[in-house]
């Protein structure tokens, strides 16, 4: 049996604690989602190839360990296992069969080619719950077609919906691949919970593209969720304000605040106007652009101090550094450093708390293969 204890854990009980994940998968969906179950306290065995995972020095980095790479896979081990042959599946193959969770994210008929399809997975660990992730699902013309972030968010409306002015726009920072990862882990959790009334794992299937349909269709599509409804998309007002020296964001929500923000800009005798518009998109469009009017007539601090002082929802405008060092998140503890190999990493946190338990980073990333000795069976 593999040994999957490890000593640098840290101190706490999580609620993951004895809960072993095999990871096999690679760029951000399926390693995210085996990062926050090691953040819950899973012992998270990242299996990689001869030379390590491709992503791992993929855009910003220091010494080979790509910021993204890093952030994605803390808290993990690492073993190399060449599944190009038979010695190495049936090495992945003696993990697999006494862990609790397996994470690919292969194209469909990558595992059936290694000899890993699910009823052999099944065979060999009833009690496995196995995660996988692909972009389409595993039938239909697209199954087997290459899916990263940008292209499901231009096949999911999102590219369109993003663009001002006619001209598309792609959202930054992988969106996509993170939430896919959140809903893994979430459906991973289910599906271990599932077992505890049943004794049997499940083979959870997890579509980038189903995803997102789930994810953005609240809101976005409120113009095709009631039958019939064929009115066309209008983009939201922006609540970004131009003030005479930056920028403030605010966000009435009712009609209450949205009479606070009038009072607070001193133009109380526009309510009547605004009562009397019947269409709300169109009137929520009127309402900012006459707001915007006047708040770009002073600096930033009054405005903050302002709404403040009348209780309206607004915020300032800060950079990536200005949220770092934030009082409130510094308060919160939102981000330590921890030992890599590299040297310190700035670290996020698990954002729940268990009766006041936070949940820190529990180590940093592993160099390639660092725990290949340690691991029995790999």
């Known amino acids: 049996m593999p040994e999957t204890n490890h000593p640098a854990?840290?101190?706490?009980?999580?609620?993951?604690?004895?809960?072993?994940?095999?990871?096999?998968?690679?760029?951000?969906?399926?390693?995210?989602?085996?990062?926050?179950?090691?953040?819950?306290?899973?012992?998270?065995?990242?299996?990689?190839?001869?030379?390590?995972?491709?992503?791992?020095?993929?855009?910003?980095?220091?010494?080979?360990?790509?910021?993204?790479?890093?952030?994605?896979?803390?808290?993990?081990?690492?073993?190399?296992?060449?599944?190009?042959?038979?010695?190495?599946?049936?090495?992945?193959?003696?993990?697999?069969?006494?862990?609790?969770?397996?994470?690919?994210?292969?194209?469909?008929?990558?595992?059936?080619?290694?000899?890993?399809?699910?009823?052999?997975?099944?065979?060999?660990?009833?009690?496995?719950?196995?995660?996988?992730?692909?972009?389409?699902?595993?039938?239909?013309?697209?199954?087997?077609?290459?899916?990263?972030?940008?292209?499901?968010?231009?096949?999911?409306?999102?590219?369109?919906?993003?663009?001002?002015?006619?001209k598309p726009s792609v959202t930054p920072f992988n969106m996509v691949d993170k939430i896919t990862g959140t809903f893994g882990a979430q459906a991973i959790l289910a599906a271990l919970y599932e077992r505890e009334k049943t004794g049997k794992g499940t083979h959870v299937k997890l579509p980038m593209l189903d995803v997102m349909g789930y994810f953005n269709f609240p809101d976005m599509y409120q113009h095709r969720t009631f039958e019939g409804d064929t009115s066309a998309w209008k983009p939201p007002a922006s609540q970004v304000l131009e003030t005479s020296d930056g920028h403030v964001v605010i966000s009435p929500a009712n009609g209450a605040q949205m009479s606070k923000t009038l009072n607070a800009i001193d133009r109380p005798e526009w309510k009547a106007d605004f009562k009397q518009m019947t269409d709300p998109v169109a009137m929520a469009e009127e309402f900012f652009r006459r707001v915007g009017e006047v708040v770009k007539l002073r600096d930033t601090a009054y405005w903050l101090e302002r709404f403040e002082s009348l209780d309206v929802p607004a915020a300032p405008v800060f950079s990536l550094d200005d949220y770092l060092n934030d009082a409130q998140v510094n308060h919160n503890r939102v981000f330590e450093f921890v030992p890599s190999p590299v040297g310190p990493i700035r670290t996020a946190r698990y954002p729940a708390t268990f009766d006041e338990r936070r949940l820190p980073a529990r180590f940093g990333p592993p160099s390639i293969g660092e725990h290949d000795a340690e691991i029995r069976g790999a």
């Open 9 to 166: 854990a840290g101190a706490g009980k999580r609620p993951l604690e004895g809960v072993t994940v095999i990871e096999t998968s690679s760029f951000l969906t399926g390693p995210f989602a085996s990062m926050m179950l090691s953040d819950l306290g899973a012992d998270v065995i990242k299996v990689e190839p001869p030379g390590g995972d491709g992503f791992r020095k993929f855009g910003h980095n220091r010494d080979g360990f790509g910021a993204s790479w890093t952030n994605a896979n803390r808290g993990k081990r690492s073993v190399v296992i060449d599944l190009k042959t038979e010695a190495g599946v049936a090495r992945l193959k003696a993990l697999i069969e006494h862990a609790d969770v397996l994470v690919e994210n292969w194209r469909p008929r990558v595992a059936v080619s290694l000899g890993l399809g699910q009823d052999v997975l099944a065979a060999l660990n009833p009690r496995l719950v196995r995660l996988s992730i692909n972009g389409f699902g595993d039938t239909g013309a697209l199954a087997n077609a290459p899916a990263f972030d940008s292209l499901i968010q231009g096949r999911t409306g999102i590219v369109a919906a993003e663009g001002r002015n006619g």
